[in-house]
């Protein structure tokens, strides 16, 4: 089975030399100057919100081309379409976040709904992915967060505006036979996001998983929070449907208690980490058929650990159950997992490149890190690219 997830013909098939050579050299800056890498990301960051010259084509010619999918739909359907032909599917992310302005909020809405009725008419987009700040205020979020805070009347109005966007997109997605990512963020407006997304639930998850929560597995919290949002939407009489990840927002949560001197809501080890997310994982398999997962990770002891139990019980086409990594990564997972005939899919960012920097941002970060993401991706490359070599020459 380790094998299985490691074959790098089928897991670059849908790329081209002249796209592996580009990823290799991206992997390879990230793999050889981490430091020099999260510099220029934050400098990056710096020039293309204030439109310095030269620099968003930069950055669209190198790290965007590797990591998201266009600028906008249209652009986004040679994308869709070549990993629809190799098994795939896809998870649309318009990269927007952390937005306000009343005007941002409603433009960003547009855009999703644009997105839901674009994946309507195409089955291999079975789904979209928002994050509920790009519609709602933070500060709003971490007060509805807090019960015990007091609300003014315009914060009050405030939330119920957010809630209606909400539900326009949440309606939508159901009208339109879509489902909907919604991205967990920062632990301390999480309760607020559980809130929103728990009751969109029990609105329109009555018959099929139409809007799913994320549960970050890093925090001590998610696998007690992820049962108890089962049970309770098994007596609503609604389908939990949960993406479970890992996480994104570690150091900012360990940074934030330490300051504030709260007990750190993170792991502390990785082991912990790996073991929470293995056994949310078995949970869902065990309640798959009255609630609905996602194995949204890169990690591949996790994924094989899923796909055994799926073949011991002989579930390769449970509809509730589904894998899924990032575009521009793991790609040894995705395509050799799709060849399994289980539900595979890729999570393909699009936008402008000053509303996806700040993903570009967090992937840089995360192939930098300790977990070693780059230095992986980049043999795994270079294994290819020598294959192929090989191949030519005979």
Excluded at 144 to 161: A, C
Aim: contains cysteine; aromatic residues 10%.
């Amino acid at each position: 089975m380790q094998e299985l997830l490691t074959n790098t013909k089928t897991a670059f098939k849908y790329k081209s030399t002249k796209d592996l050579k580009l990823a290799k050299w991206i992997y390879g800056i990230m793999h050889q100057y981490p430091d020099l890498v999260l510099s220029m990301s934050e400098l990056g960051m710096f020039a293309v919100e204030w439109k310095i010259p030269f620099a968003d084509q930069i950055v669209y010619n190198t790290f965007y081309k590797v990591f998201c999918g266009g600028k906008d739909l249209k652009d986004c359907i040679p994308v869709v379409d070549n990993l629809a032909e190799f098994g795939v599917e896809t998870v649309l992310d318009y990269g927007a976040e952390a937005k306000d302005s009343e005007e941002e909020y409603e433009a960003v809405t547009e855009e999703f709904l644009k997105a839901i009725r674009f994946a309507g008419r195409r089955a291999s987009i079975p789904l979209i992915s928002m994050k509920i700040t790009a519609i709602a205020d933070f500060e709003l979020l971490e007060k509805y967060s807090n019960p015990s805070s007091v609300k003014t009347p315009l914060e009050v109005i405030d939330w119920e505006r957010a809630n209606a966007r909400f539900d326009l997109i949440c309606k939508t997605a159901h009208e339109n036979g879509t489902s909907i990512f919604v991205d967990a963020e920062e632990s301390w407006i999480q309760g607020a996001l559980d809130s929103m997304v728990l009751d969109m639930m029990k609105k329109y998850n009555t018959k099929a998983p139409i809007v799913y929560n994320t549960y970050q597995m890093y925090l001590k919290s998610s696998r007690d929070r992820l049962i108890s949002h089962h049970q309770e939407l098994k007596k609503a009489g609604s389908v939990l449907g949960a993406k479970i990840v890992r996480g994104a927002y570690m150091d900012k949560e360990s940074k934030r208690a330490k300051e504030l001197g709260l007990e750190d809501p993170v792991y502390p080890t990785k082991g912990d980490t790996d073991d929470a997310y293995n056994e949310a994982i078995i949970y869902s398999f065990k309640e798959r058929d009255n609630m609905a997962f996602c194995c949204a990770t890169h990690n591949r002891e996790s994924c094989i650990m899923l796909l055994e139990l799926i073949k011991e019980n002989k579930v390769e086409n449970h509809p509730n159950i589904s894998f899924c990594q990032l575009y521009g990564m793991s790609d040894n997972l995705t395509f050799n997992l799709a060849t399994q005939g289980v539900r595979s899919m890729k999570y393909l960012p699009y936008g402008s490149v000053e509303n996806t920097f700040p993903y570009l941002v967090r992937r840089a970060h995360e192939n930098t890190s300790i977990t070693n993401d780059a230095s992986r991706e980049y043999l795994m490359l270079s294994e290819e690219l020598d294959r192929r070599e090989r191949a030519r020459k005979k």
